[in-house]
Antibody, heavy 117, light 113 residues
């Protein structure tokens, strides 16, 4: 059974960089069939697609976040990562990692990241 | 890319049906048969209920059905059960001319009366 698990700091200071890692178990991140993505959800609000990466390293990002987002993959560790720079309180959200070919079908449990000094 | 528009709430009694709409544009919902629907219970990750407008993943009850007409997609939950009370989000492929990703709806809270 495929499982995804997000990890990283739960508290980030304004203007700093948010860094999260998603560890994939029960399957290979190098599968040619799938993309691996990040999605976030501010408290009490809806979902927002951040971006995705293929195991080869090709990426695509939400244009509204593109200037601040970097997604990378480490196939040796079966992990992929998110970096979001220059964060503000508006970036406070539950961050999910997910697998997708079309819409995401497997999701991590999510991790709350709060931006506050 | 703007969020797809959903009604904030919908409700029905056990055994009844409820239908949720999801309105986008010709650049997303209307342009592709790649509309999906998610169910989210409080504190949980979203669960894929419908993909490619009307297909159900393995394990999703056939009480859940999807359709699309023009720029509006719909999710119908028939034979409402208590466990169907949740937030529902639609999603659509946004096209390679945009960013090649998916846009989500604003979400609808379904209450089972």
């Amino acid at each position: 059974q495929l499982q995804l698990q997000e990890s990283g700091p739960g508290l980030v200071k304004p203007s700093e960089t948010l860094s999260l890692t998603c560890t994939v178990s029960g399957g290979s991140i190098s599968s040619s069939s799938y993309y691996w993505g990040w999605i976030r959800q501010p408290p009490g609000k809806g979902l927002e697609w951040i971006g995705s990466i293929y195991y080869s390293g090709s990426t695509y990002y939400n244009p509204s976040l593109k200037s601040r987002v970097t997604i990378s993959v480490d196939t040796s560790k079966n992990q992929f990562s998110l970096k979001l720079s220059s964060v503000t309180a508006a970036d406070t959200a539950v961050y999910y990692c997910a697998r997708h070919t079309g819409p995401p079908d497997y999701w991590g449990q999510g991790t709350l990241v709060t931006v506050s000094s | 890319q703007s969020a797809l528009t959903q009604p904030p709430s919908a409700s029905g009694s056990p055994g009844q049906s409820v239908t949720i709409s999801c309105t986008g544009t010709s650049s997303d919902v209307g342009g592709y048969n790649y509309v999906s629907w998610y169910q989210q219970h409080p504190g949980k990750a979203p669960k894929l209920m419908i993909y490619e407008v009307s297909k159900r993943p393995s394990g999703v009850p056939d009480r859940f059905s999807g359709s699309k007409s023009g720029n509006t997609a719909s999710l119908t939950v028939s034979g409402l059960q208590a466990e169907d009370e949740a937030d529902y989000y639609c999603s659509s492929y946004a096209g390679s001319n945009n960013f090649g990703g998916y846009v989500f709806g604003t979400g609808t809270k379904v209450t089972v009366l």
